[in-house]
């Protein structure tokens, strides 16, 4: 029986804290930065966490299920 593949562009997007939640970097905070508020440009700094229905599908993403 072959192995089976992690997603590649999951397993580079999400990361799994010890509690076992997951993570995510938020978008729009790569470039132009002028134009966003210090406000909107820190709350774009804290990551976000993958909503509960969404949960069971990035977890198979990363065959942790």
């Given at each position: 029986?072959?192995?089976?593949?992690?997603?590649?562009?999951?397993?580079k997007r999400?990361?799994?804290t010890g509690t076992g939640k997951i993570t995510f970097q938020k978008s729009f905070k790569r470039h132009i930065l002028t134009k966003k508020s210090t406000k909107r440009k820190r709350t774009l700094s804290i990551k976000?966490?993958?909503?509960?229905p969404n949960q069971d599908f990035v977890m198979r993403l990363l065959r942790l299920k």
């Open positions: 029986m072959p192995k089976v593949k992690t997603n590649s562009s999951a397993k999400f990361k799994v976000g966490v993958v909503a509960a």
